[in-house]
């Protein structure tokens, strides 16, 4: 049982399988998205829907319309995007993670006063859009996402890593771990979490702890375990048929959430914890 001083792990998983293999581990909390190789966009109602049966922890849905390191978003895109909101949190999201931009770079007031409203008090995370904002005025950019209302600020330190970026993401948590989260996320993993934590004394961090899932058997001969008759704990499936334009490989290679990374992770995040 996780208490309220250890260092909680969040994974961002774009599957049912992904989802059961972080809840499981001991994440603390799911960041929900669809096509986590676009970035992540917004998840689909019934994998919510489905999760929410059976999954205790609080998940958190991603609102992204479309890939694209701008996240500068037409008036039809958010539209679109509240739309989403206002049906995924009447299915029981426990949260969002949203950022908008002007074409300066600068945060979107408007579009983000919208999501925030439309949330209806839910938890709202700022995502690494964060990270293509000005770093000269990060510290002013911060107190404009906590005056605006969100939770949390999902960053990598203005780096492709949170490794790379680990100095600039410590300096953030030191000025402003009293007035919102600061959690590092992007290539952390178990050979750098520790260093991580230490140098950044966060108390909260992303990852989505993936791993190749396995190449499956043939396609009549599918094979399905669950935990129960109702929830599929993962599946193995390929397909020795005629598939037209589409090579082996790209059938058989895709990335999941791997659970032996989850539980390493937080058990890296638990003897932190205890150390502090």
Not at 48 to 62: E, H
Not at 141 to 146: A, D, E, G, K
């Amino acid at each position: 049982m996780s208490s309220s001083k250890d260092i909680k792990l969040e994974v961002c998983v774009d599957s049912i399988a992904s989802a059961i293999a972080a809840a499981e581990s001991g994440a603390a909390r799911l960041e929900l998205c669809s096509a986590l190789s676009e970035g992540g966009l917004t998840p689909t109602i019934g994998i919510l829907k489905s999760l929410k049966g059976f999954i205790a922890i609080p998940i958190y849905c991603m609102l992204r319309p479309r890939s694209g390191d701008d996240f500068i978003y037409t008036d039809y895109e958010m539209q679109a995007m509240l739309t989403d909101l206002d049906m995924l949190r009447e299915q029981g999201a426990d949260g969002f993670v949203f950022g908008s931009l002007t074409p300066t770079r600068s945060i979107n007031v408007k579009q983000c006063q919208q999501v925030l409203e439309h949330a209806q008090g839910l938890p709202v995370t700022f995502h690494r859009a964060f990270d293509i904002t000005d770093m000269t005025r990060m510290q002013e950019t911060v107190r404009q996402i906590v005056e605006l209302g969100f939770k949390r600020i999902l960053t990598s330190g203005f780096k492709p890593s949170a490794h790379e970026g680990i100095e600039y993401i410590a300096q953030l948590i030191a000025k402003n771990h009293r007035d919102i989260i600061i959690m590092p996320g992007a290539g952390i993993r178990v050979g750098n979490l520790e260093e991580i934590l230490t140098t950044t004394k966060c108390i909260e961090f992303h990852s989505s702890a993936k791993s190749k899932a396995d190449a499956p058997p043939a396609c009549n001969n599918i094979t399905l375990t669950a935990s129960d008759n109702n929830v599929i704990a993962s599946s193995n499936l390929s397909m020795d048929c005629d598939v037209i334009s589409t090579s082996r490989q790209d059938l058989l290679m895709y990335e999941m959430t791997d659970a032996n990374v989850v539980r390493k992770l937080v058990f890296i995040a638990k003897a932190m914890s205890e150390k502090n």
